[in-house]
């Protein structure tokens, strides 16, 4: 395997957050917002470049980077592997964070920018069939979106079953990128896409140094751990679930086998004294069971 896996911690930053190859992210931007030409980005301020952190200071985290274009725009582009308890809110609460922020009390609204959230999500969320998403706030009536502070952006991983000779788009060559990179053996031909080729590089193994893939290996297994405790958890959670299935049914079928006895005994004309010694059951059970067979 030549290429990193795009989805880790420390491959995700560098690559999405190299203020030195913004064209990279730049290419990455117009792919998913499909922007025309005119609209295009051209450039952009990367406000969290990528660093690399102390292995021991390695810690899970929100995977974000955050981006300024020309026209004072901000982009927060997200990879979530893992779905997170409230996803939906914390993305929209999040995004709301970094519209508000742009202002101090006092100053003016219209000095607000807007926000555009990209989420890469390596599990599935929507109902839709859909691999990429779009979501504003629009009139129900005419579709008209007035209120566009905010955008929010999808990208599902799994829904993206395209192989590469299907994908004719540069958004479908940048989402294969992302999802298959770490099983491929060589740079694609044919990308025509100078952000998406210098991604490609960025990935290449060879090209990192050995303290960059020491991190790269500790984010891996840092997230195998979390995946092995989940399951863990789910193993444990279904378990136990099973064990009180069983033991109800152990208990309902001895309230039966005791009902069943202590209807035999009223039949035969015992009294409750007795019954209640044979099944266990107290007196007001007995009488209830005698209204019923009467």
């Known amino acids: 395997m030549k290429f990193v896996d795009i989805k ?13 190859k ?15 030409k005119g609209k295009k980005i051209k450039k952009i301020e990367i406000k969290n470049p990528y660093q690399l952190p102390e292995i021991k200071d390695l810690k899970s985290s929100i995977l974000d980077v955050r981006v300024t274009d020309e026209r004072e725009i901000s982009y927060i582009v997200e990879m979530q592997v893992e779905e997170p308890d409230g996803f939906d809110k914390r993305v929209q609460f999040y995004t709301a964070r970094q519209y508000s922020k742009q202002i101090e009390k006092g100053d003016d ?18 109902d839709d ?40 788009s540069l958004i479908d060559k940048w989402i294969y990128f992302i999802k298959n990179a770490p099983n491929l ?23 990192w140094t050995k303290e960059e893939l020491e991190a790269y290996l500790y984010a891996e297994m840092r997230r195998q751990d979390e995946k092995g405790k989940t399951e863990l958890a789910i193993k444990k959670a279904v378990k136990k679930a099973i064990e009180k299935a069983v033991e109800n049914a152990i208990e309902k ?5 005791k009902n069943e006895n202590a209807i035999k005994g009223i039949k035969a004309g015992y009294p409750n004294e007795i019954i209640h010694t044979i099944t266990g059951l107290n007196v007001n059970q007995i ?5 019923q067979i009467e």
Request: charged share 30%; aromatic share 10%.
């Open 287 to 291: 009488n209830e069971l005698r209204k």
């Open 22 to 36: 913004t064209e990279i992210l730049i290419s990455f931007l117009n792919a998913v917002l499909e922007l025309p």
């Open 8 to 20: 880790n911690d420390i491959a995700f930053r560098k690559i999405s957050g190299n203020e030195n």
């Open 129 to 168: 069939d859909n691999y990429i998403t779009r979501h504003r706030t629009v009139n129900l009536r005419t579709q008209n979106c007035t209120l566009n502070g905010m955008e929010y952006n999808f990208i599902e991983l799994p829904k993206f079953i395209k192989e590469l000779k299907n994908c004719k």
């Open 109 to 126: 609204y219209p000095k607000l920018n807007q926000v555009i959230f990209i989420g890469i999500l390596d599990f599935i969320f929507f």
């Open 185 to 207: 053996d060589v740079i694609p031909a044919d990308l025509k896409d100078d952000g998406l080729e210098h991604a490609y590089e960025d990935a290449y193994r060879h090209n």
């Open 253 to 257: 079928t001895k309230e039966e086998e």
